[in-house]
């Protein structure tokens, strides 16, 4: 009989270890899907030059923050200054330039492409949404354009990032 309650009582310990074991995975993988979450959420600070009476540069750092990233905020009224620096030709100019570790960012990029440049780190200058296209970050309203996002590189090159 001892051997019954032995064999039965390691039994239940097994499937209280497994169900244990078990119950710890899980937990671990939700764990670790909210840390990784909240790592690929962009808690980079992007620092953003814009006009201090733009209100559709004000949308788009809105737009950024809600995507998870910090936002620096500085008004100027040099902003071509800046966009010469990061060496921006005229025709892929926006309204605001942005930089975020090491990358320059012009006009009304979506965070979701800003990500991806973070995630993939082209060797690239930046992106730009030249103009200001209806519909795209910052920029909403009932007509939504079709536009590109682009990469450019120190000579002036632009290749299309992605499509919206």
Not at 11 to 36: C, D, H, N
Not at 37 to 48: D, F, G, L, W, Y
Not at 128 to 137: D, E, Q, Y
């Amino acid at each position: 009989m001892k051997s019954k309650n032995i064999f039965l009582n390691e039994k239940k310990t097994g499937i209280k270890g497994l169900l244990g074991s078990v119950l710890f995975v899980v937990l671990a993988i939700i764990l670790f899907q909210g840390f990784s979450t909240q790592s690929a959420s962009a808690e980079e600070t992007i620092t953003v030059y814009k006009s201090p009476t733009c209100g559709c540069c004000t949308k788009w750092i809105s737009h950024l923050e809600e995507n998870g990233f910090k936002v620096k905020a500085i008004n100027t009224n040099d902003v071509i200054k800046l966009k010469k620096e990061a060496g921006l030709k005229p025709q892929l100019a926006s309204c605001h330039t942005a930089f975020v570790e090491g990358y320059a960012i012009e006009g009304h990029v979506p965070a979701s492409d800003i990500k991806r440049l973070l995630a993939e780190r082209p060797a690239v200058k930046g992106l730009t949404v030249p103009g200001m296209p209806m519909g795209s970050p910052g920029m909403e309203g009932p007509r939504k354009d079709r536009y590109s996002v682009l990469t450019f590189d120190d000579s002036g090159k632009t290749t299309v990032f992605s499509t919206h």
